[in-house]
């Protein structure tokens, strides 16, 4: 930005804050054949939950069709859907989990 005064030019620096990265959620969707054990597998294995939580997750998935495994960057946020689908694939099981947005505070 730049102004004058007493016809001496005068600039001004603004400061600007980084941006800070945005953050999105992995959310796993439930399917009729992936058994929930291989979820919980998933979950401690991908996402690093405890075996009490990955049950949590796989439930709450089971029963209302999809749930939060976490929010990360967009960067590692892809990789784990990647991981996911890897070891889906590996089993030959129709498991799914995308990326959501989230609400930025």
Wanted: hydrophobic letters at 35%; proline letters at 5%; aromatic letters at 8%.
């Amino acid at each position: 930005m730049q102004r004058e005064e007493d016809g001496v030019l005068i600039l001004e620096r603004t400061k600007k804050k980084p941006k800070k990265p945005g953050k999105y959620a992995v959310v796993i969707l439930n399917d009729d054949y992936t058994p929930r054990d291989f979820v919980v597998w998933i979950l401690q294995t991908v996402f690093h939950k405890s075996h009490g939580d990955a049950n949590r997750i796989m439930l709450e998935a089971h029963t209302t069709g999809k749930a939060m495994c976490g929010v990360f960057p967009l960067d590692l946020a892809k990789t784990m859907v990647t991981e996911v689908r890897n070891f889906a694939d590996q089993y030959e099981y129709p498991l799914e989990c995308r990326i959501e947005a989230t609400q930025e505070e």
